[in-house]
């Protein structure tokens, strides 16, 4: 894994997770967080991620997403 890679994925598990998963080692955070069943859907010029309610870190996933969105914009 190159070095860029290593810090985006360090930079994410600190602004985005909370709980038992910002210390969670890389395997764990892939199976818990990159391995969900979901649906992309577009409508009304919106795509949105319909995330399965059984999976057990939806909620997890969606607070990740919800603090990312709240995060302020970069200046270019």
């Not at 892939?30 to 870190?57: C, K």
Request: charged share 25%.
């Amino acid at each position: 894994m190159a070095n860029r890679e290593r810090e985006m994925l360090a930079w994410n598990q600190t602004l985005l997770l909370k709980g038992e998963l910002t210390n969670a080692e890389p395997k764990k955070r892939r199976y818990q967080l990159l391995h969900v069943p979901a649906q992309i859907t577009r409508s009304a010029r919106r795509t949105r991620l319909r995330i399965a309610g059984h999976w057990p870190w939806a909620t997890v996933l969606a607070a990740a997403f919800n603090r990312l969105a709240a995060l302020p914009r970069p200046i270019t």
